[in-house]
């Protein structure tokens, strides 16, 4: 990997009316002209995202926007729907707003929205070399802003220094194997390569475990299955944790005692993206799917498929023999503007490493909001395998007081609520 992913990165986003030199700063932070920058009104179109370092912030996603206030026909509407989506997955939000002019009443009324918010927000005066409008200095002060001029940059690096505070009001990602595994402890990973694995690469959440366990100075073990059972053997104490591809699950289950804890990359992203509790409720909903039940295939990147794709061919095969055979399977990439209550019986979502964690819990509010139950490949395909509650015990200790399934590779159900979720 050569960069952080931006599913990974801080998300700061600039917003503003039209023509209030959100452009020009966003060049200025980048150190380089990335957005068209001109006088005439709504030249930003689709949010522009860059990725960029920022001190104590880490790597961050700096995202310039189309005006909140250009709305004045079609084009101008798409524009501002694509602001709302950009500001919806913000961590932090930069209100852009000239130093020279009044404040307009869209500023008002998002800086009332948004200094009470959870969400950091500052508020940034452009235009810093020509003279001040009174009335947006004394609107402005409860804010505490700061003032940049873009043409000579005057003002950038205090506004970074601003911007790299905010790293104490942040709510970080949480690390792949954060409370699972400590110091000195051994962990195997099993990779398996197929016809889907990138050439000469591993798949992203591999990447990013086998990265977590090297900085918390863990021993990594990385085989594929047909050398798991050899370098197993070979280990002269039992490893803290074996970590597999979901897909084989089953074979991975049966190389290994039935007392080594087991999990998969998925299963881990599902805690570190989504909310285990609500993947857990989904298992509930698999025992209630009506005859013929409607189900979303959420994945989260435009990844090539293969003939035997996990989520358009094998996820689809395994629910029908399983769950119900008069399936209909829908696939996606983001949620359907119109969802309701009636658009699916279950949605089950990709591991998400391309999305951020904001996002994910986006997508599952919504579909709390309608009543739809959510699962994640790596929960599905576990329980398809029987591999319940063994897979989520490493995460979720209290669930290995679950009673186990006799007759290994027989899915069962757990009981609603005896997971605590």
């Known amino acids: 990997m050569i960069d952080t992913p931006l599913a990974e990165r801080v998300r700061i986003?600039?917003?503003?009316?039209?023509?209030?030199?959100?452009?020009?700063?966003?060049?200025?932070?980048?150190?380089?002209?990335?957005?068209?920058?001109?006088?005439?009104?709504?030249?930003?179109?689709?949010?522009?995202?860059?990725?960029?370092?920022?001190?104590?912030?880490?790597?961050?996603?700096?995202?310039?926007?189309?005006?909140?206030?250009?709305?004045?026909?079609?084009?101008?509407?798409l524009r501002t729907g694509k602001t709302h989506g950009a500001l919806a997955l913000a961590d932090a939000v930069v209100l852009v707003s000239r130093r020279d002019t009044p404040p307009s009443e869209e500023e008002r009324s998002f800086a009332a929205r948004m200094a009470p918010g959870k969400k950091p927000f500052l508020l940034i005066l452009t235009f810093g070399d020509r003279p001040a409008d009174e009335e947006k200095l004394s609107w402005a002060a409860p804010f505490a802003p700061l003032t940049v001029a873009n043409p000579s940059g005057e003002g950038v690096g205090t506004l970074r220094?601003?911007?790299?505070?905010?790293?104490?009001?942040?709510?970080?990602?949480?690390?792949?194997?954060?409370?699972?595994?400590?110091?000195?402890?051994?962990?195997?990973?099993?990779?398996?390569?197929?016809?889907?694995?990138?050439?000469?690469?591993?798949?992203?959440?591999?990447?990013?475990?086998?990265?977590?366990?090297?900085?918390?100075?863990?021993?990594?073990?990385?085989?594929?299955?047909?050398?798991?059972?050899?370098?197993?053997?070979?280990?002269?104490?039992?490893?803290?944790?074996?970590?597999?591809?979901?897909?084989?699950?089953?074979?991975?289950?049966?190389?290994?005692?039935?007392?080594?804890?087991?999990?998969?990359?998925s299963i881990l992203f599902a805690r570190k993206k989504g909310d285990l509790d609500i993947f857990i409720e989904g298992l509930h909903a698999l025992g209630a799917m009506p005859p013929s039940c409607r189900v979303l295939i959420l994945e989260a990147c435009a990844h090539h498929r293969q003939d035997d794709d996990l989520g358009t061919v094998k996820i689809p095969a395994l629910f029908r023999k399983l769950v119900c055979s008069g399936a209909t399977f829908d696939f996606a990439r983001e949620l359907p503007p119109d969802l309701?209550?009636?658009?699916?019986?279950?949605?089950?979502?990709?591991?998400?490493?391309?999305?951020?964690?904001?996002?994910?819990?986006?997508r599952l509010e919504r579909?709390?909001?309608?009543?739809?139950?959510?699962?994640?490949?790596?929960?599905?395909?576990?329980?398809?395998?029987?591999?319940?509650?063994?897979?989520?015990?490493?995460?979720?200790?209290?669930?290995?007081?679950l009673p186990r399934d006799p007759e290994e590779g027989a899915p069962t159900l757990p009981e609603k609520g005896s997971a605590g979720a």
């Open 161 to 265: 220094q601003r911007l790299e505070s905010l790293a104490a009001h942040l709510e970080p990602e949480r690390d792949p194997l954060e409370g699972l595994v400590s110091s000195g402890d051994t962990v195997v990973l099993v990779t398996p390569i197929d016809a889907s694995a990138p050439k000469r690469r591993l798949i992203l959440p591999q990447v990013e475990v086998l990265r977590d366990l090297l900085d918390r100075h863990c021993a990594a073990v990385v085989v594929q299955v047909p050398e798991l059972a050899g370098a197993y053997g070979a280990l002269t104490h039992r490893p803290q944790l074996v970590i597999t591809d979901s897909q084989a699950f089953a074979e991975v289950a049966s190389i290994l005692p039935q007392d080594q804890p087991l999990t998969s990359f």
């Open 13 to 77: 986003v600039l917003a503003g009316v039209r023509n209030s030199g959100k452009s020009a700063l966003f060049n200025r932070l980048c150190d380089h002209d990335i957005s068209i920058v001109s006088s005439k009104p709504g030249t930003t179109g689709d949010p522009v995202t860059k990725g960029i370092e920022m001190g104590a912030l880490g790597p961050v996603a700096l995202v310039d926007t189309a005006g909140f206030d250009d709305d004045e026909d079609e084009v101008g509407s």
């Open 340 to 362: 309701n209550e009636k658009s699916y019986d279950l949605v089950i979502h990709c591991a998400g490493c391309m999305v951020t964690r904001r996002q994910m819990l986006l």
């Open 367 to 401: 579909l709390r909001q309608v009543g739809i139950p959510s699962l994640n490949y790596g929960v599905f395909l576990a329980w398809a395998k029987g591999l319940i509650p063994r897979a989520l015990e490493p995460l979720l200790p209290e669930l290995a007081a």
